[in-house]
C-alpha cells in the first residue's frame, strides 16, 4: 500500500501542489490495496502449487535413494493421497511428481533450491516438506544411511541443518512408544529443547511451535487446505510431547 500511496502522492503533487498531494496519496492507497491483496492470494496459490508438486517429485527421488521404491514407500505416497483428498485429478498429477522424481535425470537440488525460493524461508512450511519426506522414507521402519544423507541434502538446501533431520528422526522413533527414556528423549527433539532445558525455555519452545505450526497461519502462508489435518496432527504431536516432558518433570 505504501508503493500506492507515494506514486499518488506524487501525481497529485505535480498536478495540484500539496492538496493534489493529499488526495493522490489517499487515491492510490486505496487502489493499491485491492491490487496488492490479489497479488497476496496468488503468491499463495503458486505455494500451494509448488508444495504439492515438489513434495511429490522430492519424495520420488528419496524413495529411491536406496536403489529401490520399496512396497511399503508406495504404500505410505498412495495413502498421503487419501490423507490429502486429492482428487482423480490430483491424484494423477501427483503421481505423475513421483515419477518425474525418480527418474535418473531428476536435478533434486534444483527442485529444492525452487520450492524454498518460492516459500521465501517460511521455516513451518518447510520443516512439514521435510517431515513428508522422512515419513515416506521411513515407511519401512528404517531411515538408511542413503537416504538420510539424502534427507540432509534437502535440509541443507531449505536452509535448514542436519540437527533438524536428526531432531524429526528422533521424533519419529519415539512416536506410538509407551513412556521410556528413549520417548523422553523423543519428546525433547520434538520441541527443540535439550534436556536440562529450564521450565521457562521449555514453555517458550512450545508456544512458539504452537504458534508457529497454527494449521491457519500455514494455510495463510501457502500450505494447501488438503494438508490441513497433517498441520493438525503436527501440533497434537506438540503437545503430547510437552505433555509427556511436563509429566516426567514432575
Known amino acids: 500500500m505504501m508503493i500506492g500511496l507515494w506514486v499518488g502522492g506524487l501525481i497529485g503533487l505535480m498536478?495540484?501542489?500539496?492538496?493534489g498531494a493529499v488526495m493522490g496519496a489517499a487515491l492510490g492507497y486505496f487502489l493499491a490495496k485491492p491490487i496488492l491483496g490479489a497479488l497476496g492470494k496468488t503468491k499463495i496459490l503458486q505455494v500451494r502449487r509448488a508444495f504439492l508438486d515438489s513434495t511429490f517429485s522430492v519424495m520420488g527421488a528419496v524413495c529411491k535413494a536406496d536403489g529401490v521404491v520399496s512396497e511399503g514407500e508406495i504404500r505410505v505416497v498412495e495413502r498421503l493421497f487419501g490423507q490429502?483428498?486429492?482428487?482423480a485429478e490430483?491424484?494423477?498429477?501427483?503421481?505423475?511428481?513421483?515419477?518425474?522424481?525418480?527418474?535418473?535425470g531428476f536435478d533434486l537440488d534444483a527442485e529444492v533450491a525452487r520450492f524454498a525460493a518460492t516459500c521465501r524461508g517460511q521455516a513451518p512450511l518447510l520443516n512439514m516438506f521435510l517431515q513428508m519426506q522422512l515419513a515416506a522414507v521411513a515407511a519401512d521402519g528404517v531411515v538408511h544411511e542413503k537416504e538420510h544423507a539424502l534427507l540432509v541434502r534437502i535440509a541443507r538446501g531449505l536452509g535448514l541443518s542436519e540437527a533438524d533431520v536428526r531432531r524429526m528422526e528422533a521424533a519419529l522413533r519415539g512416536g506410538g512408544?509407551?513412556?521410556?527414556?528413549?520417548?523422553l528423549a523423543a519428546a525433547y527433539a520434538t520441541l527443540g529443547v535439550p534436556a536440562d532445558a529450564s521450565d521457562s525455555d521449555l514453555r517458550q519452545a512450545y508456544r512458539r511451535l504452537m504458534?508457529?505450526?497454527?494449521?491457519d497461519k500455514l494455510a495463510a502462508k501457502g500450505l494447501p487446505e488438503s494438508m490441513r489435518p497433517m498441520a493438525e496432527e503436527k501440533t497434537r504431536n506438540i503437545t503430547s510431547a510437552y505433555d509427556r516432558i511436563k509429566a516426567a518433570r514432575a
Not at 490429502?84 to 482428487?87: H, K, Q, T
Not at 490430483?90 to 535418473?104: H, I, T, Y
Not at 512408544?177 to 520417548?183: E, F, H, I, L, Q
Open 90 to 104: 490430483g491424484r494423477e498429477d501427483a503421481r505423475r511428481a513421483f515419477n518425474r522424481g525418480k527418474s535418473a
Open 177 to 183: 512408544r509407551g513412556p521410556s527414556k528413549d520417548d
Open 211 to 215: 504458534s508457529e505450526n497454527h494449521p
Open 84 to 87: 490429502l483428498r486429492l482428487s
Open 15 to 19: 498536478l495540484r501542489g500539496i492538496p
